[in-house]
């Protein structure tokens, strides 16, 4: 009896990017996808304060002007920030004043919009994907509150420290934590941590040999991972007139592909090195990401009887 194959788009950090997700759901349709697999960071960094004043409407600092705009001008505005991929916040100027000064405040108020985010995404679902289905891990950026979101969602399979399936043949085992990173993201944890993480969901698969494995970063030292140098202020380093880069992988995510050896490793997080490369008999890919241009950096991924049939980089 032969297997029929199954055809998965696998793309990842988004942040926040409205354009992007569209495009990721309407490829499902465009290229006969069973699977779309989001690999972790769904959420922006960034929040535009719409501040309501009495008379005048609402004013906003965006894109470096000052813009004073009507209550009828509000959902275009809003809509415009997300296109820029951050997040519209409308309040008032003591609101303002208290974000500039207290930083709890700050987190809750993200929280909130990226929920919010989130959830207009996840009905977008059915009317953009609607014979797909959507699996979504969290990556590092993504903060906890989201998981709930999407764990209750009834349009996507949600991925984290767990196993799912892709078919009655191929599994994914998914796990959206990373090694420290100068930034201090929610998810983050020592490389000690995140073998156990990976150990302890890599256990849940029936078959390793046909299975992937969904960890948002990738393997240490493999070519994916070349960020760039930051000095103490996280800026860029340059040697010779040049941006330095360097490897910023998982060395437990590379020891884990090494030993247990499965079909395809499939990762983000690192945005600037998009590329494919083997770690023994397994295939490592990174779609990269370019969110901020609006275009969707993706991979087609055919599996058939417990073999990666097709490997094809998409970008649009």
Not at 142 to 171: C, G, P, Q, T, Y
Not at 279 to 286: D, F, H, K, L
């Amino acid at each position: 009896m032969s297997l029929p194959k199954t055809r998965i788009i696998f793309s990842s950090d988004f942040h926040g990017s409205d354009v992007v997700w569209r495009k990721f759901l309407n490829s499902a349709s465009m290229f006969k996808a069973n699977v779309l697999l989001m690999g972790g960071d769904m959420t922006s960094k960034v929040m535009i304060p719409i501040v309501r004043e009495p008379e005048v409407g609402y004013t906003a600092n965006f894109l470096g002007k000052q813009m004073k705009i009507s209550e009828e001008g509000l959902p275009d505005l809003k809509k415009q920030i997300r296109q820029h991929c951050y997040l519209p916040y409308v309040c008032s100027s003591a609101e303002v004043e208290k974000l500039s000064h207290d930083q709890e405040y700050v987190e809750k108020v993200f929280e909130d919009l990226e929920v919010e985010m989130v959830k207009d995404w996840l009905a977008l679902i059915p009317k953009k994907a609607p014979d797909a289905k959507v699996i979504i891990h969290p990556g590092n950026d993504d903060k906890f509150v989201l998981d709930d979101i999407l764990r209750n969602s009834a349009n996507v399979v949600f991925a984290e420290e767990s196993v799912v399936r892709f078919d009655d043949f191929h599994e994914a085992a998914c796990v959206g934590w990373s090694n420290p990173t100068p930034w201090h993201s929610p998810r983050e944890c020592t490389e000690e941590q995140l073998l156990e993480k990976l150990e302890k969901t890599v256990s849940q698969l029936k078959s390793v040999e046909t299975s992937c494995f969904c960890f948002h970063v990738p393997p240490y030292n493999s070519t994916i991972d070349m960020a760039p140098k930051l000095d103490a202020t996280l800026r860029p380093v340059y040697e010779g007139g040049r941006p330095a880069f360097i490897p910023v992988g998982s060395t437990s995510v590379r020891k884990v592909i090494e030993k247990y050896q499965p079909l395809l490793g499939l990762h983000g997080h690192i945005h600037e090195s998009p590329g494919l490369v083997k770690i023994g008999r397994t295939q490592c890919i990174n779609p990269g990401s370019e969110y901020s241009e609006g275009i969707l950096r993706a991979y087609i991924i055919e599996l058939e009887g417990g073999k990666a049939k097709r490997l094809q980089r998409l970008e649009g």
